[in-house]
């Protein structure tokens, strides 16, 4: 029996059953989405949008970032990454994976 791993799903094991992926079928936020997005907010007080998402299905390994900020004006988008990668180093040390999306406020 073949399994691929869809996007937003955790890898799973039972003792004694084969690996399988669980999708994450819920809308709240979870622990992980949350203090990530508690540090950016602290991080980034200038922020005007910010959206953590657990796409790992939950499991905290991966995350997609989408932040919105004044802090990023002027600045490449490297830089830009470079700041958020910084803000988050602790964090990044347990996670297999991050994509990072930044922008400046249009006004």
């Known amino acids: 029996m073949l399994i691929r791993r869809a996007e937003g ?9 084969p690996f399988y ?12 989405e949350l203090k990530v997005t ?3 907010k602290e991080k980034f ?6 959206k953590v998402t657990d796409i790992s ?3 905290g390994a991966m995350y997609e970032i989408k932040i919105e900020s004044e ?7 490297v830089q830009q990454h470079q700041m958020v990668n910084q803000a988050l180093k602790e964090e ?5 994976g991050l994509r990072i999306f930044t922008s400046v406020p249009k006004h």
Do not use: N, W
């Not at 992926?21 to 992980?32: C, D, I, K, L, P």
């Not at 802090?71 to 988008?77: L, M």
């Not at 990044?92 to 297999?96: D, L, Q, V």
């Open 92 to 96: 990044i040390k347990s996670m297999h």
């Open 57 to 59: 299905g939950g499991c």
């Open 9 to 17: 799903s955790c890898l799973v094991r039972s003792p004694g059953l």
């Open 45 to 50: 007080p200038r922020a005007t949008a910010i």
């Open 21 to 32: 992926y669980v999708h994450r079928m819920f809308a709240s936020q979870t622990e992980g």
């Open 71 to 77: 802090e990023f004006k002027e600045k490449r988008t």
């Open 38 to 40: 508690q540090i950016l």
